[in-house]
Each structure stands twice: as structure tokens, then as C-alpha cells.
Nanobody, 124 residues
């Protein structure tokens, strides 16, 4: 069982930056793919970024490529999402997720564990 706790959300102006953190419980953090998703009311949860446990290969949604960076610190059992050049359309609840599979997949159903989410609001 893995428990995930997100932090770092908040209100920021367009063009600004935020860094989200996700702290994981358990001693096997290093064997989990980690990911970030986001969701707005009435919309489906969408993949934002992922990082593979095997080799730390990173994956990004086209909408955030070049602006967001995912990174992990296995010693601290924490995954980060650095968000730069934020846009109003980045506003959402951001969720951390963990998956014990071999590959990073973008579908929500592929992920085993979820955090409670943290709100990110970007004002224009």
C-alpha cells in the first residue's frame, strides 16, 4: 500500500511558477512509476507528466511540454512537478499517482494509487 500526499498548490498569476511535491509512504518508492494528472469540474482527469521507476525516463502531455518538469528523489520518497510559464488553462486540481507497472501509461485506469489532490489556480 502506498499513500501519497500532495503539497505546493496555490494561486499564481499567468507567467508565474509553482512547484508541486508529492510525498509517498512505504519503503518501495523507488520501484513505482510516478505521475501527475489534473482535473477540472465536469471534465475527465488527464495525464500531465510521468517518470519511470526503471530509468527515470520522463513523459509529458503535449500541452505542458517545455513548461513543466517532473523529477523524483528516491531518497526522500518524493516526486516533484515544476511548473513554469503557467497559463490560465493550467488551472485544475493536480493529483499525484503511483503505479507498479513496467511502463508509464497515460490512462487513469493504469495507475494504482492516488493522492487527494492540490488546487492550482492561474489568474490572467
Amino acid at each position: 500500500q502506498v499513500q501519497l500526499i500532495e503539497s505546493g498548490g496555490g494561486l499564481v498569476q499567468a507567467g508565474g511558477s509553482l512547484r508541486l511535491s508529492c510525498a509517498a509512504s512505504g519503503r518501495t518508492f523507488g520501484t513505482y512509476n510516478m505521475g501527475w494528472f489534473r482535473q477540472n469540474p465536469g471534465k475527465e482527469r488527464e495525464f500531465v507528466a510521468g517518470i519511470r521507476w526503471l530509468d527515470s525516463t520522463t513523459y509529458y502531455a503535449d500541452s505542458v511540454k517545455g513548461r513543466f518538469t517532473i523529477a523524483r528523489d528516491n531518497a526522500k520518497s518524493t516526486v516533484y512537478l515544476q511548473m513554469n510559464s503557467l497559463k490560465p488553462e493550467d488551472t485544475a486540481v493536480y493529483y499525484c499517482a503511483a503505479d507498479s507497472g513496467f511502463r508509464v501509461l497515460t490512462s487513469v485506469a493504469s495507475w494504482d494509487y492516488w493522492g487527494q489532490g492540490t488546487q492550482v489556480t492561474v489568474s490572467s
